[in-house]
């Protein structure tokens, strides 16, 4: 009895031990969001579709009425990406809500899109996930 309560004490030792150190290894390396699919405006930021969302996820102040309330979700903002790199035309497309739109627009006129080139101007949306 004795060397079976040793061993599920040990076990259980074990155990805790290993998930603890998973969970310090998780910490060190902060991971952001980026959707499953590709966007095809993100090949005219520099660094491409992670350089822009790190540079999202820096950016990133989570809205105080949406965090008291709990709000989480994806905000879409639209906006055209001109012939020499410059943007116009936001508008928000998906709300999540509690301010998150306005936080998702403010960071997406903040982006900088390398000129697609004469002629060639584009519609385009980013997605900006908001989660606790």
């Given at each position: ?26 910490k060190e390396e902060k991971e ?96 900006i996930n908001f989660?606790?």
């Amino acid at each position: 009895m004795k060397t079976r309560f040793s061993f599920l004490f040990i076990l259980f030792a074990f155990m805790t031990f290993a998930a603890a150190a998973q969970t310090a290894s998780a910490k060190e390396e902060k991971e952001f969001w980026i959707p499953s699919k590709s966007i095809p405006v993100a090949e005219y930021y520099a660094g491409g579709q992670e350089a822009m969302y790190k540079f999202i996820d820096k950016q990133l102040k989570y809205p105080a009425m949406a965090r008291k309330n709990r709000v989480q979700g994806e905000c879409i903002i639209s906006f055209t990406l001109n012939e020499d790199g410059s943007t116009s035309g936001f508008k928000v497309l998906k709300n999540a809500g509690a301010g998150t739109g306005e936080e998702a627009l403010r960071i997406a006129k903040m982006l900088k899109f390398k000129a697609p080139g004469p002629g060639f101007g584009m519609m385009a949306s980013v997605p900006i996930n908001f989660k606790l």
